[in-house]
């Protein structure tokens, strides 16, 4: 077992020393603009502050993962893995094997291939990696350590040797220290390897090795090719081992050996660069000339101390704390904002462009549902979230996928054929010609392609929501940083291209003057008339489209058009429960004319969260969803986490919420899917929709007021910081155990009007511009007293009893 202490100071001397230092990332212009303006009138302390960095580092010292057994989970599972993780949004790495081999399994986000067998298109696909032996017999212990604040692993084999490994937050690079623990020479062997084609069928991706004498350095090639979209994604895993003189060895086709001498104390380093990309004609050299130029003390140390200061600002963006019972909740939170900074916030310099698909970690040759993006809300999930997190430097690269597939998405929205397999068995009009807009399939891949395979309806699920969900992380982005480029140059074409999709798909019912959507229930292949998410979908496009419209000044005729389709839209449709707990109360239900029924995975949930399509401040609506949950939802399966997350928007009770996901994801034993991992983790990063059930039970912004601590436990202290929120704010607050707000500060980034819930109902709160008193117009609304007043830029807002 690994010394939590071992290297803690050092640890901290460099991140201290770090904190200046800045890591280049290439960014799209319109995105940019926006970082650069939130970074400009970010409060000082969000990425200097010693004092706030030592707070918050003990915070997640405390939330510590160790391993001192192997996992039980394969590490070629085809769901996601249990081990230590790494990665920068291109890269992205675990550490796997058995008590005596360290294994670094390595995919990226851009390998993707043909399947030709079932006449799939593409899938995701595992790359390869590299990993540490020793034959020697020793009496060492075995353990790995993941280290939350520096993203570094240290681990221990029984063969009797140590590492410590550490993946670039900027670079394709991946460094690891060995060190003999023993007293006497170990002979240690580093395989380098790539992952053979996923299916005997694909005879033209290649893998291969090869080795540079003149420097000691082995790699191993791999090229995922698609003949269907006249691509491949060439890449090489390159590996020096610094100031040893090496024995080269070609194992096979996909494998190569570098073999050396370690002293009894001796330490070495281990450097491997992970280079290519999409056509990529010089990824073996790239691949070694990274390495090359990683092969001193001083520049690994300055890259180093580059990775260790991107963590640092990454975790100074915002932060919570919890109390008491909560402490768990707090675990999970900071695990699965550690597996969001690998996958999604870190931008290497080499970066793939695309956003992290649903299984990222992984040697497995063809991951579940193609490793793709799942449209159906869940690769949006850890997309949304993360932006309520304040870290939005992951949107540029899910806005290219989705641009890449817009064109596509015409295509099929233009075709009756595809129309009428969309709808078959619905009673949908038949169509005789396509319609305006875009529609999405549930499963797509990069660079504008398709995984699903079945050509027909069920590429779509009879869903024609997905187009909605696709802009959900983009919706969201837009109104909380307030990208007036990004929504003028790319959201707000999207949002006009979906509202006219849903002008043409929409049925008018002249006997109940009321439109229709004929679609399916989520999942399923029952068709009914009015699916409560197709019909939250179709009001989110159309509410986003008006307000982006509004925002820009734009296209007035066509904003009064949708406010009109808006009024004469289906309701959502109610049923009164008709035996068991609950009889005769009224909750929503999947579609019209379906009884109320007991849920594994409803639209209900998916749509009052997701398409914000309900709020606390619905107070009937509201009561709906809760009695939803109560009485129809079924917690004991993987989708509790989705359950949650809506429960607590609509004000559920917390301790109830918290015991169920306590019962059925912390507690039990992780399974190869579902289960939570020992590193806070849990089997896809759709499962980060968790921060969205913390951020929404403190602090809410989305009914056009902000709301803090609105569905939290007056019995225990709490605290966030710089939580984003609708209209370009940054929120602190904290409370005290009797669930009384003791400080509220908010951080005005565009200078927008700002609307706040009282958090002393009854008492008039003094609102303060930069420690100067202004005034405030009160009202009220279902919840009670608001308080509104304008804003500068860059100026902090503090409410006081």
């Not at 190569?256 to 073996?284: I, M």
């Not at 499963?443 to 395979?453: A, N």
């Not at 918290?658 to 019962?663: E, K, P, Q």
């Not at 819930?757 to 100067?772: A, H, T």
Request: hydrophobic share 40%; aromatic share 10%; proline share 4%.
């Amino acid at each position: 077992m690994i010394d939590p202490a071992r290297d803690f100071t050092r640890r901290r001397v460099l991140s201290v020393l770090a904190g200046g230092i800045a890591a280049g990332v290439a960014w799209p212009t319109a995105v940019a603009a926006a970082r650069c303006a939130q970074e400009a009138t970010a409060p000082a302390k969000s990425t200097t502050d010693a004092s706030e960095w030592a707070a918050l580092s003990a915070v997640l010292d405390s939330h510590q993962v160790a391993y001192d057994a192997p996992s039980t989970i394969s590490n070629t599972t085809s769901f996601s893995p249990d081990g230590p993780l790494m990665g920068n949004g291109t890269v992205l790495a675990f550490m796997g094997g058995d008590r005596r081999t360290q294994r670094i399994h390595i995919s990226r986000t851009d390998m993707w291939e043909d399947m030709s067998a079932s006449n799939r298109d593409v899938h995701f696909t595992g790359f390869g990696g590299f990993s540490i032996s020793s034959a020697t017999t020793t009496d060492g212990v075995f353990g790995y350590r993941q280290d939350l604040p520096t993203a570094q692993l240290t681990a221990v084999s029984e063969a009797g040797f140590r590492t410590r490994t550490w993946l670039s937050a900027v670079e394709n690079l991946i460094v690891s220290e060995i060190s003999n623990s023993t007293a006497r020479e170990l002979g240690v062997d580093v395989l380098i390897w790539t992952m053979p084609p996923s299916s005997s069928v694909n005879t033209i991706t290649t893998t291969s090795t090869g080795h540079d004498a003149a420097h000691g350095i082995a790699y191993a090639t791999k090229e995922a090719r698609s003949d269907k979209y006249d691509w491949s994604v060439n890449a090489a895993v390159a590996v020096r081992v610094l100031k040893k003189t090496t024995t080269y060895t070609t194992v096979d086709a996909s494998t190569s050996k570098l073999s050396f001498k370690l002293a009894a104390g001796e330490t070495v380093t281990l450097v491997a660069a992970v280079e290519g990309g999409k056509d990529s004609p010089t990824y073996v050299q790239d691949a070694t000339a990274t390495v090359l130029a990683r092969s001193n003390a001083s520049v690994l140390a300055s890259a180093e101390g580059t990775h260790r200061a991107w963590w640092q600002r990454y975790w100074m963006k915002s932060h919570i704390q919890l109390a008491g019972q909560s402490r768990t909740l707090e675990r999970l939170y900071y695990g699965q904002l550690y597996q969001l900074g690998c996958a999604l916030a870190a931008q290497s310099e080499h970066n793939a462009g695309l956003a992290t698909a649903l299984f990222p970690w992984t040697a497995h040759a063809n991951p579940a549902w193609q490793g793709d993006y799942t449209m159906n809300t869940d690769v949006q999930r850890p997309m949304h979230v993360s932006v309520g997190a304040n870290r939005t430097d992951h949107i540029a690269n899910y806005s290219r996928v989705m641009e890449d597939f817009w064109e596509v998405g015409r295509s099929l929205a233009s075709d009756p054929a595809v129309l009428n397999d969309l709808v078959r068995g619905t009673g949908h009009p038949t169509f005789t010609t396509g319609i305006r807009g875009v529609l999405f399939p549930t499963h797509i891949g990069p660079w504008g392609s398709r995984t699903e395979y079945f050509r027909g309806p069920n590429d779509f699920w009879h869903s024609p929501s997905n187009g909605a969900s696709a802009v959900v992380p983009l919706v969201k982005y837009w109104r909380y940083t307030r990208d007036a480029t990004y929504l003028s140059a790319t959201l707000y074409p999207m949002l006009k291209d979906l509202a006219q999709f849903w002008e043409d798909f929409l049925v008018w019912d002249a006997g109940r003057s009321r439109y229709v959507v004929y679609g399916a229930t989520f999942e399923t292949a029952s068709q009914h008339h009015n699916p409560i998410l197709d019909l939250m979908a179709c009001h989110f496009v159309l509410t986003s489209a008006i307000e982006a419209g509004a925002a820009l000044r734009v296209d007035a005729p066509d904003r009064a058009r949708w406010q009109q389709i808006l009024k004469q839209l289906s309701p959502y449709p109610t049923g009164k429960i008709g035996s068991g707990p609950g009889t005769g109360v009224t909750t929503f239900v999947e579609a019209d004319g379906v009884a109320p029924k007991s849920y594994n995975n409803p639209e209900v949930i998916h749509g009052t969260y997701f398409f914000n399509a309900i709020g606390m401040s619905d107070l009937s609506d509201a009561e709906r969803v809760r009695s939803f949950i109560t009485y129809l939802q079924t917690w004991n399966s993987d989708k509790a986490m989705r359950a949650a997350v809506a429960a607590t928007t609509v004000g559920a009770d917390i301790t109830k919420l918290v015991d169920s996901i306590s019962a059925n994801i912390i507690n039990p034993a992780p399974g190869d899917w579902v289960g939570m991992r020992n590193n806070h983790t849990y089997g896809d990063i759709g499962a980060s929709i968790y921060l969205g059930f913390v951020h929404n039970s403190l602090l809410q912004s989305d009914e056009g007021f902000v709301h803090v601590f609105p569905n939290w436990y007056k019995d225990q202290q709490a605290s966030f910081t710089r939580l984003r929120a609708n209209g370009a704010f940054l929120v602190d607050a904290a409370q005290d155990q009797s669930g009384t707000v003791t400080s509220l500060s908010i951080l005005s980034e565009q200078g927008l009007r700002l609307a706040v819930f009282n958090p002393w109902q009854g008492v008039v709160p003094r609102v303060y511009e930069n420690g100067v008193q202004i005034s405030a117009t009160k009202s009220t609304n279902s919840l009670g007293e608001v308080y509104t007043f304008p804003t500068r830029a860059g100026a902090t807002y503090a409410l006081k009893r």
